[in-house]
């Protein structure tokens, strides 16, 4: 399991910062190998996150990138989420789902929202779920490392969900979900589950316990980060991950996810299909051992041109940032990524109006007429699309 291996890998992330940059010509031998599909060493993907402090290296890895095409790199997926509740038992202190009261979807309330993403025209949809007490029953301690839950009232929208899917003529379901025991995993899938998605927040244990104080079902890192494999040993085919940018150092953040992406390509045959980019904005920015790690613009972009090169999951733009900036992105360094336009970040607001407050602002964008814009540039914008497609969107070694 990753969570027995981490403290190795961090022996050697955490070395980045603390030696001086490589030079422009080896900085750009290691991204001309990592394009040709050659995984790098965990000390060369030190070395190269190391580099990219460096203004000239920098300058070489935004163009580099600009140049290099990943597959498909005229078309867009479209991925809206549909969130079914935000009632958590979490303490997660940059999340607004602690602080306030949140709200689950009825049954008949969640076929009305996912019939309104069916009806614009989707087909690979987003199912996502705070820690709902009532949806995930556990059973034994929060803070045990083998967690179990009963999951029978998350199976029913999972399976209405599937079958409303299929009467349209087939699609692809992804969950943003707590990390489950292996069976109830095994459950999802039968149910329908087709992509496991896991923000994996920050991988420093430190920052981790700092960030949720409380004893609960997240304080027990090690849980979510072997969730992955429970997956993958359930039978799910494909898994999305990501860390959330500004909660800790980005650049070791970076190499402790390619790092267990080839962890996990290596001992499951399976790596990310799909890397998320969530950057964290709002208040909670100004906080005192938050605020050193806040990721500008600059290093943001920086970061995606990286995440461009390095891995072989396509790239999900999220409407935590301006559409302008993620179409900026797209026209400089191609498109071949999956995009969110529309999107409520709370039960409901789709087809009904939210009752509670979002988990984070978005920017929403009239959906029609943003494609439209889209397509008049060039780009082919796909809302019909299912596991088979995502795979076309992969990287080839």
């Known amino acids: 399991?990753?969570?027995?291996?981490?403290?190795?890998?961090?022996?050697?992330?955490?070395?980045?910062?603390?030696?001086?940059?490589?030079?422009?010509?080896?900085?750009?031998?290691?991204?001309?190998?990592?394009?040709?599909?050659?995984?790098?060493?965990?000390?060369?993907?030190?070395?190269?996150?190391?580099?990219?402090?460096?203004?000239?290296?920098?300058?070489?890895?935004?163009?580099?990138?600009?140049?290099?095409?990943?597959?498909?790199?005229?078309?867009?997926?479209?991925?809206?989420?549909?969130?079914?509740?935000?009632?958590?038992?979490?303490?997660?202190?940059?999340?607004?789902?602690?602080?306030?009261?949140?709200?689950?979807?009825?049954?008949?309330?969640?076929?009305?929202?996912?019939?309104?993403?069916?009806?614009?025209?989707?087909?690979?949809?987003?199912?996502?779920?705070?820690?709902?007490?009532?949806?995930?029953?556990?059973?034994?301690?929060?803070?045990?490392?083998?967690?179990?839950?009963?999951?029978?009232?998350?199976?029913?929208?999972?399976?209405?969900?599937?079958?409303?899917?299929?009467?349209?003529?087939?699609?692809?379901?992804?969950?943003?979900?707590?990390?489950?025991?292996?069976?109830?995993?095994?459950?999802?899938?039968?149910?329908?589950?087709?992509?496991?998605?896991?923000?994996?927040?920050?991988?420093?244990?430190?920052?981790?316990?700092?960030?949720?104080?409380?004893?609960?079902?997240?304080s027990t890192q090690a849980f979510r980060l072997d969730a992955f494999e429970r997956a993958v040993g359930a039978g799910i085919g494909r898994l999305a991950g990501a860390f959330l940018k500004g909660l800790y150092d980005w650049r070791k953040e970076e190499a402790v996810l390619y790092c267990l992406d080839t962890y996990l390509k290596r001992e499951t045959g399976r790596g990310f299909s799909i890397i998320g980019t969530p950057r964290l904005k709002g208040n909670f920015c100004r906080e005192p051992f938050i605020r050193p790690y806040v990721v500008s613009d600059r290093d943001y972009e920086l970061n995606i041109a990286l995440d461009r090169i390095l891995f072989d999951g396509v790239l999900w733009l999220q409407t935590r940032e301006d559409y302008l900036f993620n179409k900026r992105l797209i026209d400089r360094y191609g498109a071949g990524v999956i995009l969110t336009i529309d999107c409520s970040t709370a039960p409901g607001g789709y087809r009904n109006r939210p009752k509670a407050r979002a988990q984070f602002p978005v920017h929403r964008r009239r959906l029609a007429e943003t494609v439209a814009g889209l397509e008049g540039d060039g780009y082919r914008v796909i809302f019909d699309w299912d596991g088979d497609t995502l795979d076309d969107f992969q990287r080839r070694n």
């Open 1 to 218: 399991m990753f969570s027995q291996v981490i403290e190795s890998v961090l022996s050697r992330t955490e070395e980045i910062g603390r030696f001086d940059p490589s030079g422009r010509s080896r900085t750009g031998r290691l991204l001309e190998k990592s394009a040709r599909g050659e995984r790098l060493s965990p000390d060369e993907i030190v070395e190269l996150m190391n580099a990219s402090r460096d203004e000239k290296n920098r300058a070489l890895i935004l163009d580099f990138s600009a140049r290099y095409r990943r597959p498909r790199s005229g078309d867009i997926l479209l991925l809206p989420p549909l969130y079914f509740s935000s009632i958590c038992e979490n303490t997660c202190l940059y999340c607004d789902f602690s602080r306030h009261r949140g709200d689950c979807l009825s049954p008949e309330e969640f076929l009305e929202e996912f019939e309104a993403l069916l009806d614009s025209g989707y087909r690979s949809i987003e199912l996502v779920s705070s820690q709902d007490p009532d949806l995930y029953v556990r059973q034994g301690l929060p803070e045990s490392p083998d967690q179990e839950y009963d999951i029978e009232r998350v199976l029913e929208y999972f399976a209405a969900a599937r079958r409303m899917l299929d009467e349209r003529g087939g699609g692809m379901l992804t969950s943003n979900i707590p990390p489950l025991d292996r069976k109830s995993f095994r459950r999802l899938k039968s149910a329908g589950l087709d992509c496991y998605l896991s923000w994996l927040e920050t991988f420093h244990p430190g920052q981790y316990r700092l960030l949720h104080p409380q004893p609960g079902p997240k």
